[in-house]
């Protein structure tokens, strides 16, 4: 019971806005500490796993190729492009790139596409484009609204076409952890029966993509935030 | 044959050129702060295999104490006044958009490539190698048209990083904890906890503990991975499997699904929804976590309903 503190050093790090990675620390300690190890042993442990984890960071490499095109305007072009689209509305674009990186992530490709990758150069300025060409003015809330929707459209893409891949980590974890308790399973059973939710994610997100829409061509001309 | 190494050695590389910068950077106040800090990335990414598991140890509580005393910040201003950058996107327009697709279509070639032809790259590290190599095609082609001072790819690209600060290596630290808790057996105690709590002798009310249970475990610990094994050892397979004779493909697919609603809802899951609002620059860092919770919970509910038809 006592390895809990761990967890509630979490949980009360977070509500309180202590800096994340000082309650990262303590709460790996206190876990340490009260599971009989002694502090020597938890820092080299800490120290082995943030070195396994390394390829986690690795996805900043990106930041000159975006900060360099960034300069010379591929936001402002990302954004013009959109305008000049027949028919490029919040929704149908948001919902059209939800449906392309689940589509990608099922074949397995799931870090072509991401936050640094495509989200802040290309989809979120895309989008916001696509309510500004439907007569949107856009107030500095209302921008970062729709920014946020673009990264979580990223993250409900990927979550719910990830598992349809039959190689990935996920799949690879349940076959083996099945196998422990007896149960021999093809990685294809798991993944069909990942298509169900697949299909529900797009129809309930594609949805409040909508409803996000239409709040935000209820409210149109409430000033520029630009 | 490339391995991730090589990408590491691409990161080390660029995180010094980071620190390097940082340090000569007379606007910002907490420049010493933001060299070390970056330039302890840069140790880490070249020569952690050498440090040993106590020397990373050592590494990664400088880091901590250099960001959680405040020590690292960001000079303000810096971006390409929007005028030139409109005026830019004019004259270059396209050409921009070729090069931001580079990296992925490279990324995407890449991956299909290197499990084909085998010995060129390290197949299961294909898709990371291969955005390595996308991120070094699209900066040569970005240079040879646009000719830029040399240093601006660098200089913009530390410009992002230091927006994104410390919580750039938050979603890594996450992970060594995941490891810690693994270690001191907190899995278990939770699952123990959790197998206590379900009412006897309801198939919907196992259904629904299982699936409940991996959204609030995935929450707490910010990864589905680690909550699956516990749950499965709870609920999943004593009940839902022995007991109620369910299908186990169904029940461990749809219960890792049912995870990833709670990772949709959880700043410990930092990668995807804390990182994002700094990069995105949302002035709430939860504002990602927000819009994403009408989304998590209704497809949560719909995940223990499909757990219940489709596995009994």
Known sequence: MLVLIGIAIIIAGFLLRFNPLLV??????????????????????????FNDTRYV?????????????EAYGLQQHARSLIGRIKGATLARLLASYLLLRQAMSAVGLTSVAGHPQTVRPLVAPMAEAAAEAQGVALSDAQRDEIRAYAAATDNVGLFFGEDIFLAIGSILLMKG?????????????????????AIAAFLLHGFRLRLLEKRMLRAPGQGTGA | MITLGFVYVLAGLTFAIFAALGLGDRSNPKRFGNAAFWGLLALSMLAGDRLGDFGNGLLVLAL???AGTGQIGRAPGGEVPAGVQAERAARYGNFLLVVA?????????????????????????????SLGIGVLI?????????????????????????????AAILPQMLASLGAVFALAGVGEVVGDLIGAAIP?????????????GMALFTMVMGNAFAAFPVMIAAVGMPLLIKQYDGTPAVVAAIGMLAGF???????????????????????????????QIGTAIPLLAVNILFIWLFAF
């Open chain 1, 24 to 49: 990262i620390m303590a709460s790996a300690l206190a876990t340490g500490l009260a599971a009989g190890l002694d502090v020597t042993a938890i820092i080299a442990a800490f120290g082995k796993a």
């Open chain 1, 57 to 69: 960071s690795i996805v900043w490499i990106v930041l000159p190729v975006i900060g360099l095109l």
């Open chain 1, 177 to 197: 952890l099945l196998e422990g308790y007896g149960y021999v399973i093809e990685p294809l059973h798991f993944s069909v029966w990942a298509i169900p939710t």
């Open chain 2, 64 to 66: 901590v104490a250099i």
């Open chain 2, 101 to 129: 697709l580079i990296i992925p279509a490279v990324a995407l070639a890449g991956t299909f490539l290197f499990k084909w032809v085998p010995g060129l790259a390290d197949p299961k590290q294909a898709t990371l190698i």
């Open chain 2, 138 to 166: 699209a900066l040569a082609v970005g240079m040879a048209r646009l000719r830029p001072a040399p240093l601006l790819p660098a200089q913009q690209g530390r410009r992002l990083l230091d927006a994104v600060g410390w």
């Open chain 2, 200 to 212: 006897q002798g309801s198939l919907f009310g196992a259904v629904v503990a299982f699936g409940l």
């Open chain 2, 261 to 291: 609603c709670g990772t949709l809802m959880t700043p410990m899951a930092a990668n995807f929804n804390l990182v994002p609002a700094a990069l995105l620059e949302l002035k709430n860092p939860y504002g990602v976590i927000k819009v």
